[in-house]
C-alpha cells in the first residue's frame, strides 16, 4: 500500500508537471503562430487592400505593425468577426480588446495606468461628460472622417459631445426606453404616455424601476420645459398619480414577462430590447413611440487621452460608422440601432420591423445625458420617497 | 496564580477565532460606522471628501425612512410571530411524536428549502400565487376568488413569502431546544394534574425559551431588513427599508448616506432584540421557568 501510494504521488507530480511544461509549449507555438499568420495576412492585405478599397483614388493606409487598443463591452459588435477581425485586414494592423463590465470600471481602466495605451473607448451618453471633465478624451478630428455626413444629426450634435465646436464623442448605436403594451388588451392603438395615467388602466402598468427613466417619463408626461430640471413638485405628484395605477415595479426582464404573460400587466415602459424578448417568446406586443417624446441613450466612440496610434483610431471610428458595419451591426441576431441615415435607409421593412423602427423611429428623442452627483441623489430620493408612500 | 497558568497553557489558541472575528465582524463594524460620517461616496482613489453629520439629519428630514422602517419591522414581527405559530407544532412533533428512527428524516425534509437558492424559492412561491397558477385556479373552481387576479404584488405576499423562506430556521430552533424537554418531566406534570395546555405554558415553554429566542433572532432580523421579495412580489407599494439602503449603494454609489442608514438600522434593530429578550425573561421568570 505503501509503495502504491509513493508510486502514484510521483506519477501525479510527473502527470502535473508534464502538463504545466506542455502548457507553456503550445503558448509559445501559438504565439509564433500568430505572428506568422499576422505577417503573411498583412502582406496580402497589403496587396490586396488596393485592390478592394472602394474609392481607387485613395489608397487604404497601410498601418501594419501597430496594435489599436479598443476598450469594449464583451461581445458587443467591435470584436465580431465584421468588426475588428475585417478591420485588421483593412488596414494589415491588429485589434486589442480590453473588455470592461461597468462604466465606472471603464473610467477606472483608464485612470490606473490605461491613458497612453488605450486608442479607443466607449462611454455611454450619460458618461460623455463624465470623461470630458476629467479630460480623458481627445478632440476628434472629424474632417478624417468620411461617414461624418452620414450620421443621424440628433445623435451626432449631442450636447455633452461637443465642446467649443470640437467633437469628442462620435455616435455608434442607440436605443430607446418607450412604451410597450399588449395589443390584444386594447381595442384601439395607444399613441401617448398619457395611457400609463388613464384610470382605465389601474392597476395594470408595469413601471421600470430606474430612478431617472421614471422622473423623465414624468416630465416628458407633464411637458416640462427642461427634463433635467423639472419642477420636482410637478413630477412627484405625476409619479404618485402614476403609482396608482401600477401593479408593480420590473427590475429584469424577467419581472415584466410573468406577470405580462398571466395578464397582470398589459402595458409599461420598457427598452426596445425588452419588447423583442418578449415577442420571441410569443406574447403579442407592440412597441410604440409616444407623440410627446421618447427617451433614448446612445454608445459613442471617443478617443482616449494620449493615445498612441491616433490616426489608426480615427480609422477605427469611420470604421464602425461605415455602411458595412453599420448593416452588419443593424441585422446580426442582436439587431442595434445604425446611425448612419444611409443604412436606416436601405433595410428592409423587416428588418426595420426588429428593431422596431417600422414605419419609422421617433420623432423627438430626450438623449440621456450627464447628471450631477447632487442631482442624482436628489432624484432617487424623491423616487424613493413616491414608493414609499 | 492559578487564572495565569490557564491563561498561558490555552490562551494563544483563542487566536485564530479571535483575529476571525475582529478581521470579519468588529472591523467592518467600525467601518460602517465611521462611514456613516463621510459625505457622499468615496473617490476612487479611496480619498474622503469630507466629514459630516449631514446624512443623518437627511435621514430624519423626510419620513421617508421612518415610515419604512416602521413598515418593515411591523412586516418583520408579523411574520416572526406567524413562522413561530406554525413552528411549534411541527418542532414538537418532529422532537416528541415522530419516532426515533424518522426523526433525521423529518429534520432533513425541513431543511430541504436550504438546498435551493433564495431567488429560486421566491419563484416558485410566485408560480403557485401568480394569476392563472394553481392556487388562484384552485380558488376560481370553488367559486372563493377569480382566477384572473392574484394575492401577488401587494404586502401579504410578501408576508407569504417570507414566511415560506424564514420557517425552516424557526423550526429547527425550536426543535433544538425542544428536543430538550425530558419526557418525565411531561408524565410528572400530568400526574400532578395539570392539563395539556397548562403543561405547556409551564412546562415547555420555559424550556424552549432559548430556541425561541434565537429562531426569533433568525427570522425577524432578516425579514426586515429584506429587500429582494419586496422588490419581487411586494408590487407598487410593497416597498421596505432594505430597498431604500440598497439603492444608496447600488444605484446611487451615496456611502456616506446608505452606511447611516445601514447604522440607524442596526442600532433599531437591536433595540428591539433588546426589548424582546427582556420581555421573554419575564415572562420566563413569572411561569416559573428556568431563568
Known amino acids: 500500500m505503501k509503495k502504491v501510494k509513493k508510486y502514484g504521488a510521483l506519477f501525479l507530480a510527473f502527470v502535473m508537471a508534464a502538463v504545466s511544461l506542455s502548457a507553456c509549449g503550445s503558448s509559445n507555438k501559438e504565439s509564433t503562430t500568430a505572428a506568422t499568420s499576422a505577417a503573411t495576412t498583412a502582406a496580402a492585405s497589403e496587396t490586396t487592400a488596393a485592390d478592394t478599397s472602394a474609392d481607387p483614388s485613395e489608397a487604404v493606409e497601410d498601418f501594419s505593425g501597430q496594435t489599436l487598443v479598443v476598450a469594449n463591452w464583451k461581445g458587443y459588435g467591435s470584436d465580431a468577426e465584421y468588426g475588428a477581425k475585417a478591420f485588421e485586414e483593412k488596414y494589415g494592423c491588429k485589434v486589442e480588446h480590453q473588455y470592461f463590465t461597468s462604466l465606472e470600471e471603464m473610467i477606472t481602466m483608464l485612470k490606473q495606468g490605461g491613458q497612453g495605451k488605450i486608442d479607443v473607448v466607449l462611454p455611454n451618453s450619460t458618461y460623455v461628460k463624465v470623461m470630458t471633465d476629467q479630460d480623458l478624451l481627445e478632440p476628434i478630428d472629424t474632417s478624417k472622417l468620411s461617414t461624418f455626413a452620414d450620421l443621424r444629426e440628433d445623435l451626432r450634435d449631442f450636447s455633452d459631445s461637443v465642446i467649443d465646436g470640437q467633437y469628442y464623442a462620435i455616435p455608434w448605436t442607440w436605443g430607446t426606453t418607450s412604451l410597450g403594451y399588449n395589443p390584444e388588451a386594447f381595442s384601439e392603438p395607444i399613441t401617448s404616455w398619457s395611457a400609463l395615467w388613464d384610470s382605465a388602466n389601474k392597476g395594470k402598468v408595469g413601471m421600470f424601476d430606474e430612478f431617472d427613466s421614471a422622473i423623465l417619463t414624468a416630465g416628458i408626461y407633464t411637458g416640462q420645459e427642461d427634463l433635467w430640471n423639472p419642477n420636482l413638485d410637478e413630477i412627484k405628484t405625476a409619479l404618485l398619480e402614476l403609482k396608482a395605477n401600477t401593479r408593480t415595479f420590473w427590475a429584469s426582464y424577467d419581472d415584466f414577462l410573468k406577470p405580462y404573460m398571466s395578464g397582470e400587466i398589459t402595458l409599461g415602459n420598457m427598452w426596445a430590447g425588452t419588447a423583442s424578448q418578449l415577442l420571441s417568446s410569443g406574447e403579442p406586443v407592440e412597441y410604440i413611440y409616444p407623440e410627446e417624446g421618447t427617451i433614448a441613450w446612445c454608445d459613442f466612440w471617443g478617443i482616449a487621452k494620449d493615445a498612441p496610434n491616433y490616426d489608426l483610431a480615427l480609422k477605427w471610428i469611420e470604421f464602425m460608422t461605415d455602411d458595412e458595419f453599420q448593416y452588419a451591426f443593424a441585422t446580426d441576431e442582436n439587431a442595434h440601432n445604425p446611425v448612419n441615415t444611409a443604412v436606416e435607409a436601405s433595410l428592409t421593412d423587416d428588418q426595420k420591423k426588429i428593431l422596431w423602427m417600422y414605419p419609422e423611429g421617433p420623432s423627438k428623442i430626450y438623449m440621456q445625458k450627464y447628471m450631477p452627483e447632487e442631482t442624482r441623489s436628489q432624484w432617487l430620493e424623491l423616487w424613493n420617497e413616491v414608493k414609499a408612500n | ?291
Open chain 2, 1 to 291: 496564580m492559578n487564572f495565569k497558568y490557564h491563561f498561558k497553557k490555552g490562551g494563544f489558541l483563542v487566536l485564530p477565532s479571535a483575529a476571525f472575528f475582529l478581521c470579519l465582524s468588529l472591523l467592518p463594524l467600525a467601518m460602517l460606522v465611521a462611514f456613516s460620517f463621510i459625505k457622499g461616496n468615496l473617490g476612487s482613489d479611496g480619498s474622503i471628501a469630507a466629514w459630516t453629520v449631514d446624512n443623518f439629519v437627511r435621514m430624519f428630514s423626510s419620513w421617508t425612512f421612518s415610515k419604512l422602517m416602521l413598515k418593515s419591522v411591523g412586516i418583520g414581527l408579523l411574520v416572526t410571530l406567524i413562522c413561530i405559530i406554525l413552528a411549534y407544532p411541527a418542532a414538537w412533533g418532529v422532537a416528541k411524536i415522530f419516532k426515533a428512527k424518522n426523526r433525521n428524516t423529518m429534520v432533513m425534509l425541513a431543511i430541504v428549502p436550504f438546498f435551493t437558492s433564495q431567488l429560486l424559492l421566491i419563484y416558485a412561491m410566485m408560480l403557485i400565487l401568480q394569476s392563472g397558477g394553481l392556487l388562484m385556479t384552485l380558488l376560481g373552481n370553488l367559486g372563493l376568488a377569480d382566477s384572473s387576479g392574484s394575492i401577488l404584488y401587494s404586502t401579504p405576499a410578501v408576508v407569504i413569502v417570507l414566511v415560506y423562506e424564514y420557517l425552516p430556521y424557526m423550526i429547527l430552533s425550536l426543535y433544538s431546544s425542544l428536543e430538550s424537554v425530558e419526557d418525565n418531566l411531561i408524565y410528572a406534570s400530568h400526574t400532578l394534574g395539570a392539563g395539556r395546555f397548562k403543561t405547556f405554558i409551564n412546562v415547555v415553554l420555559p424550556v424552549s425559551f432559548p430556541g425561541l429566542l434565537s429562531g426569533i433572532m433568525l427570522v425577524l432580523i432578516p425579514s426586515v431588513g429584506s429587500f429582494v421579495e419586496p422588490g419581487l412580489v411586494g408590487g407598487s407599494d410593497g416597498m421596505m427599508v432594505g430597498s431604500l439602503i440598497n439603492s444608496q449603494f447600488s444605484t446611487v454609489l451615496d456611502m456616506g448616506y446608505g452606511s447611516a442608514l445601514s447604522f440607524v438600522f442596526l442600532i433599531i434593530l437591536s433595540l428591539i432584540m433588546f426589548i424582546i429578550r427582556t420581555l421573554t425573561n419575564r415572562a420566563n421568570k413569572s411561569i416559573g421557568g428556568i431563568a
